[in-house]
């Protein structure tokens, strides 16, 4: 019989309700599942934050995160607040010996993603880190195809996260445009899931060259908890304080060359997270606006060549627990599912399960390299933070 964890959540937006979702929709796709959430608190001062902890199902609400952190019930904790308060809440719940699942990219800056990932490794707990992309079961099986080297020796990598949410002028000024409370724009904010679905596929990133640019410069003024996809008119104009787009070469540690791109204001594309790999002996492709599509090319002799669609199915990843037979969709919600199945499973049994903050490191190592590049106009290498047993960088975190 599953015993049950206590489960605190700091921040009731979006991504909180969604964690929440996550928990209450455990079993029915993880029946046997060894640890059953219990809500327990909510933490949030916004305006109905209270009645929404309750619609939730959560024994209880609080307008301070620390009454989540210190409550002695409260076993593991969800982070969805923003980047500026990563790093003060998860060091907090690391040091009162609570299992973190955060949103990247834990903190503003690389320095505190490493000294969130100092805080996690002292204490010994576990730690599940919201790269959800890696979850989509045509994701994994294309890692399977690669790691059994089906498609040969990769030579080309590109991945690409270009989205639109912040393409109208007329879009808001959050807390996701300026540097005190957002940090870096796309470096910090959609850059990670393209790095480490690279990194997670083909392995360590070494080097970088990396551009940015900003292209919208001012926007109208929004309330701290305005949404990043709010459009206003009139209004007093700020500065935006970060980059709307990035782009970088990358040489990975195994040879191959390739290329990274983030965006917030590319007109077209929704939220084309998505990758493409090259072999010796094919290729392969995926695109999260295609969730459940993966395209295959193999060069195996065969007398037509081209790309095939293989469709998720059983079989691949976690497919099973959603749906009986390819053709029928999994979504978006669903991976978050599966995150929350890995973040529980790690603390059921003590061993660690990917992306934890070992993978969110790593992947802020090859931010920060980028962010350098940026300054210095060169290929930077992304290497180890200066202070490797603090899991600290300095310039970005090399």
Not at 359 to 373: F, L, N, W
Request: aromatic share 10%; glycine share 14%; charged share 25%.
């Amino acid at each position: 019989m599953a015993r049950e964890i206590g489960i605190g959540t700091v921040s009731l937006s979006w991504m909180g309700q969604l964690h929440t979702r996550a928990y209450r929709r455990l079993f029915d796709h993880y029946p046997e599942c060894e640890l059953k959430p219990r809500l327990i608190l909510a933490a949030d001062p916004a305006d109905g934050a209270r009645e929404t902890a309750g619609r939730l199902g959560y024994e209880g609400w609080t307008g301070d995160w620390r009454e989540v952190v210190g409550h002695p019930d409260v076993e593991a904790v969800s982070i969805t607040a923003p980047n500026f308060l990563h790093r003060e809440v998860a060091v907090a719940a690391a040091k009162a010996g609570k299992h973190i699942w955060l949103e990247k990219p834990c903190g503003r800056f690389p320095e505190e993603t490493f000294e969130i990932g100092k805080a996690i490794e002292e204490a010994g707990v576990r730690s599940m880190i919201g790269l959800m992309y890696r979850h989509a079961p045509a994701v994994e099986y294309a890692k399977e195809i690669l790691t059994s080297g089906e498609i040969g020796e990769i030579t080309h990598y590109r991945g690409y996260f270009l989205a639109d949410y912040s393409a109208d002028p007329n879009g808001a000024l959050t807390w996701r445009f300026k540097d005190e409370y957002g940090g870096l724009g796309v470096l910090g904010d959609i850059m990670p899931h393209a790095a480490d679905m690279a990194q997670n596929l083909l392995g360590p990133i070494e080097s970088v060259s990396t551009q940015q640019d900003t292209f919208i410069r001012e926007r109208v003024e929004a309330p701290m908890g305005a949404s990043h996809f709010s459009i206003t008119e009139g209004g007093e104009m700020g500065a935006v304080e970060n980059e709307d787009y990035a782009s970088s070469l990358v040489r990975f540690g195994n040879g191959a060359r390739g290329t990274l791109e983030a965006s917030r204001v590319c007109v077209g594309p929704r939220v084309r997270m998505s990758f493409e790999v090259n072999g010796t002996r094919g290729a392969l492709s995926w695109d999260f606006e295609r969730l459940n599509e993966l395209r295959l090319y193999r060069t195996d002799g065969e007398d037509e060549r081209g790309y095939k669609t293989v469709y998720a199915a059983p079989g691949m990843g976690d497919f099973a627990g959603f749906q009986p037979g390819a053709g029928i969709s999994m979504g978006y919600d669903d991976l978050k599912v599966i995150e929350a199945e890995r973040f529980l499973a790690s603390i059921a049994d003590g061993r660690q399960r990917e992306p934890g903050i070992r993978e969110i490191v790593s992947t802020m190592r090859v931010v920060g390299a980028m962010d350098r590049s940026c300054d210095t106009g060169g290929w930077e290498n992304v290497g180890e933070p200066a202070e490797k047993a603090g899991w600290r960088g300095t310039g970005g975190g090399a």
